[in-house]
């Protein structure tokens, strides 16, 4: 598979001299080590906009809107660098036909760029937003779903990080939901928990996750600075849980063992069974926590019999053969241990939920090869989805869906 081999590392290096000389950056609401490792990686796009005008013109003349929020990524990276006129075209003219949309063909040209072949079927991330919400219309639950609280609860599998304490409203409960009314419970739980996971109820893509200590007394440690109870629930907007720490595989913590790497399983409800769409692995970098893409985590694609691709993607659409951290070779790793394992479970918990027909997992794999589900998605950024798999959302089911979804465009 071909790819850009433009060097992650060095990149990285290039964005950390841009935050350092400017407050462009957008601001998190949490100040832990995670969360200031985030505001690192993440850029305002009103920094990478165009100004030039005779390029401005070049992309809308291929359809190619230059104020998209994922433009600036793809232009940076580079993966907009030669489009292919007709290619563009048959993208075109491929979701005119089958969805009635003059598409925005960003993600279709960088797609080539990436792997080296063109594929009309991609899916733009405009009208993924549209597709997700015909598939899914069970959005009153949503909100049910995306609390971690709730959710450990509504799924029904014990493959599950063990939570041990939640803060809800400031109210804290035991992993079994005994209210602890007073501090000296909550104190004593946290003691036997030692050093664990702590993140927001309700917040995505890693944010805010961080490791919690407890030091003694009354002393906790959050990433890497003390703080006491208190602290910790006005930091956390009294709403948090602490689970154990996950133990993974040796395999997936090869290439940055601070992190819990996961995989990223995609599944489709159509036809009467739940069909596995597409996996991608996911790894943490610089010595960080978790392994969002958010974050400056890569994203690696996981093909059919487990093997990883040779490549791997960040947010920013840079390209890294080896991770950045270890220098792991991404296409020299053993495969996923226990892949189809892997996969049936994720094929198991959409069939649990009747309310999504289009769901993503982050499926964590044990020492002893057993997944555990670490949690549920409803969106994602679907254009990385879809670069870091090397292949389209849908596949070979794209025609038949989108016809069978179409909704009316006013044709």
């Known amino acids: 598979m071909a790819f850009r081999p433009d060097g992650l590392k060095d990149f990285q290096a290039r964005v950390v001299g841009l ?29 990478f906009l165009l100004e030039d005008a005779e ?18 990524a793809l232009h940076r990276s580079g993966l907009l660098s030669g489009a292919d006129t007709t290619e563009v075209q048959a993208a075109r003219d491929y979701w005119q036909s089958e969805w009635g949309v003059d598409i925005d063909p960003s993600f279709h040209i960088a797609f080539s760029a990436v792997t080296g072949g063109a594929d009309v079927r991609v899916v733009p991330q405009s009208e993924y937003r549209t597709i997700w919400r015909l598939l899914n219309p069970g959005q009153s639950t949503i909100q049910a779903y995306s609390d ?125 069974e739940v069909h596995h769409l597409l996996t991608f692995a ?12 958010g974050t400056g985590g890569l994203c690696v694609g ?12 960040n947010e920013h659409g840079m390209i890294a053969t080896a991770h950045p951290s270890t220098g792991t070779v991404f296409g020299e790793m053993s495969a996923v241990p226990a892949y189809g394992k892997v ?12 309310y999504f027909d289009l769901l ?13 589900l670490i949690e ?17 959302l849908f596949g070979d089911l794209t025609s038949e869906l989108l016809s069978s979804i179409r909704p009316d465009h006013g044709a």
């Not at 996911?282 to 893409?293: L, S």
């Not at 996969?343 to 009747?354: C, G, I, N, Q, T």
């Not at 993503?360 to 555990?372: C, F, K, Q």
Request: hydrophobic share 35%.
């Open 148 to 272: 971690k609280v709730l959710f450990s609860r509504l799924l029904p599998t014990s493959r599950q990080p063990v939570t041990s304490l939640v803060c809800i409203d400031g109210r804290y409960y035991d992993g079994d939901a005994a209210w602890l009314p007073h501090q000296s419970e909550v104190i004593e739980t946290l003691a036997r928990v030692g050093r664990g996971i702590i993140k927001p109820t309700s917040m995505d893509n890693g944010r805010g996750v961080d490791v919690i200590e407890h030091l003694g007394g009354d002393r906790l440690k959050l990433g890497s600075r003390e703080t006491d109870l208190e602290d910790l629930a006005q930091r956390y907007r009294k709403n948090f849980m602490v689970q154990e720490i996950v133990r993974q595989h040796e395999t997936l913590a090869e290439p940055h063992p601070n992190s819990l790497n996961t995989l990223r399983v995609v599944t489709l409800r159509w036809g009467g």
């Open 360 to 372: 993503s997992w982050d499926i964590g794999v044990d020492p002893d090869a057993e997944p555990v």
């Open 376 to 392: 549920c998605n409803f969106r994602g950024a679907v254009w990385l989805y879809q670069l870091a798999a090397g292949q389209p």
């Open 343 to 354: 996969l049936d479970f994720a094929r198991e918990l959409h069939a649990s939920v009747p």
């Open 19 to 47: 935050i350092e000389g400017q407050d462009g950056i957008e601001a998190d609401a949490e100040a832990s080590d995670e969360a200031k490792g985030e505001r690192r990686f993440r850029l305002r796009r009103e920094q």
């Open 55 to 72: 390029e401005i013109d070049y992309y809308r003349s291929l359809g190619v809107d230059p104020e998209s929020r994922q433009f600036p």
């Open 302 to 313: 996981v093909q059919r019999d487990g093997t990883l691709s040779d490549y791997g993607i």
């Open 282 to 293: 996911r790894f943490g970098v610089d010595g960080r926590i978790n392994d969002n893409a």
